[in-house]
């Protein structure tokens, strides 16, 4: 079984930045395949960008803003949100993909205009 646990939320004003964090324990030998999604309020949960191997892909909305990264020896991955904007306020999950699939607990990131 997998853990995550996100960190690096806050409040931040629109053009700002935060790096989100996540940390992963537990049965996590051989995770090849992790994501960030988010949930704004009212909407569903979204992609954000997702790391399988060496290969990186990022929704539209966020593409040259926001940076995907992953460190192996910390069991970490991470979320660099540059230039934020109001419509990026929400809820950012942490996720591995099958078959070690786990979600984190969320981490809010709230940005004001």
């Known amino acids: 079984q997998v853990q995550l646990v996100e960190s690096g939320g806050g409040l931040v004003q629109t053009g700002g930045a935060l790096r989100l964090s996540c940390v992963a324990s537990?049965?996590?030998?051989?995770?090849?395949?992790m994501a960030w999604y988010r949930q704004a309020p009212g909407k569903q949960r979204e992609l954000v960008a997702n790391?399988?191997?060496?290969?990186?892909k990022y929704i539209d909305s966020v593409e040259g803003r926001f940076v995907i990264s992953r460190d192996n020896a910390k069991n970490a991955l991470y979320l660099q949100l540059n230039d934020l904007k109001p419509e990026d306020t929400g809820v950012y999950y942490c996720h591995t993909y099958p078959p070690f699939k786990a979600w984190g607990q969320g981490t809010q990131v709230t940005v004001s205009s």
């Open positions: 790391m399988i191997g060496n290969n990186i």
């Open positions: 537990g049965n996590i030998d051989g995770i090849d395949a």
